[in-house]
């Protein structure tokens, strides 16, 4: 499997190596998202006439919400909408998906808020939404014959790539920056003996990446040469939320920006309801998160430019350390037609929403998730979210991976005899 895109190539994928009838559902063909020019589906991700980003293209049947409902309780229940075979469910795979949306009002209350929900996405199997995009990528990898289930990542990507491919039997190889945290660590060598930690940043690791699937035969990196099928498997976000709301979009929305695939991917989810007629076609605004210490998107937003200029990040929040950020400029145009807006916020702001959510509503995020929460409390501060229209925000990866962030801000065990009297002179009770 070649990185490289050529109309040779293309040819040669369909009309020798294609993929099987059906093997991508209701996908179509492959779309640039600057000229829409249209390749064969295979494992292309560059316009072969002007290099932008080739997304997925379908024709949908129709679809009613009955249907969805009936479909099993993860994000399988989408898969007519997804870039997956119709038997999808018969092929093992991590079935991520249909994650708990809670009304916060705890936190809503703290923020000034009317309504609120947190979608939480770290009740995954590897506790990140990634496990959704790596389902549908494992898919992609499958049907074009993959030998290697591959990724660069800042961290849950790649434990969602390592448990995946290890379910699936297949060997991975997740490529990480060498300063991740060690649980994240952990969480993928636990599924792989193919765990490399590259020194430099995640720019550094895609860019490396970039050129091993360039060079190797038989290689699927998942945000690579399958980026098209993998960021699909973001949009079941976006369904699961209007559909656990009863089948209506939320007004507002607030989204973690590293690359920006998954929040372009909401957006697409909801437009893609409203024209299949599964809800009301209303307004809603779609606002992005970042940390000051990697916030080219924030910067370029605020600037009213499209140039976003690459930053050397340096932020606790690790997963959301991209300082080139593919999507970049599609978060951009999404927040600006919506009606939203991308801000940024202090490491010290992330750290503090990782606290107020855990004491508002019992849910420990990691620091992408701080940051999400601090911006949502920054952008009601600054009266950029409206404060009277019902508000979603994602929470998108477990606390317990990001443990040395958050250690020091909270108190340490009163540790005691194991005495009633020892008790008492706490102060606790
Ligand atoms: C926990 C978490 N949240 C959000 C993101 C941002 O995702 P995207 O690159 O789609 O913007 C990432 C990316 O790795 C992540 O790990």
């Known amino acids: 499997m070649s990185a490289a895109v050529t109309e040779a190539d293309q040819t040669t994928s369909t009309e020798n190596t294609g993929p099987r009838e059906g093997a991508f559902g209701n996908a179509v063909a492959l779309a640039c998202r600057e000229c829409s ?8 991700y560059a316009c072969p006439e002007c290099f932008g980003p080739l997304e997925i293209a379908y024709e949908f049947p129709a679809i009613t919400r009955a249907e969805i409902e009936a479909g099993p309780r993860n994000i399988w229940r989408y898969k007519a909408l997804l870039p997956v075979p119709t038997d999808i469910e018969a092929s093992p795979n991590t079935e991520p998906g249909f994650t708990r949306l809670l009304e916060a009002k705890n936190l809503a209350a703290e923020l000034g808020l009317a309504r609120l929900w947190v979608k939480d996405d770290s009740t995954n199997p590897t506790n990140s939404f990634k496990d959704r995009v790596v389902a549908c990528a494992l898919s992609a990898a499958r049907e074009l014959d993959a030998k290697v289930f591959a990724c660069p990542s800042t961290g849950n990507l790649a434990n969602a790539v390592a448990a995946a491919g290890a379910r699936a039997g297949i060997k991975t190889v997740v490529f990480i920056p060498s300063n991740l945290e060690q649980p994240k660590q952990v969480n993928s060598a636990i599924f792989t003996e193919s765990l490399v930690a590259v020194d430099g940043n995640y720019d550094d690791v895609n ?8 060079e190797e035969e038989g290689w699927a990196f998942v945000n690579v040469n399958v980026r098209p099928y993998y960021a699909e498997g973001s949009k079941t976000l976006g369904y699961e939320i209007a559909e656990q709301l009863g089948w209506r979009l939320p007004d507002q929305i607030v989204i973690p920006v590293a690359s920006g695939s998954q929040l372009t991917k909401v957006d697409k989810a909801f437009q893609e309801l409203i024209k299949l007629g599964l809800v009301e076609d209303k ?3 779609i606002f992005g998160a970042q940390a000051e210490g990697c ?4 910067t370029a937003f605020k600037a009213g430019t499209d140039a976003i200029r690459p930053v050397k990040p340096d932020t606790i929040a690790k997963s959301l350390a991209i300082g080139n950020p593919a999507d970049g400029i599609y978060v951009l145009d999404i927040a600006r037609r919506t009606g939203g807006a991308v801000e940024e916020v202090t490491d ?9 959510l855990a004491r508002t509503e019992g849910i420990f995020t990691e620091t992408a998730g701080g940051t999400t929460v601090a911006v949502t409390r920054k952008l009601v501060e600054t009266g950029q979210l409206d404060p009277e ?3 979603v925000v994602i929470n998108t990866g477990h606390g317990l991976k990001t443990l040395d962030a958050i250690s020091g801000q909270v108190g340490a065990a009163a540790t005691i005899a194991p005495t009633y009297e020892s008790f008492k002179a706490t102060g606790i009770a």
Do not use: M
């Open 283 to 285: 307004p809603y605004r």
């Open 295 to 298: 916030g080219p998107v924030a």
């Open 37 to 44: 020019h249209r390749v064969d589906l295979g494992p292309f």
């Open 389 to 391: 229209l019902e508000t």
């Open 207 to 214: 860019k490396l990446a970039s050129e091993i699937a360039g």
């Open 348 to 356: 010290d702001e992330v750290r503090a929403g990782i606290v107020l």
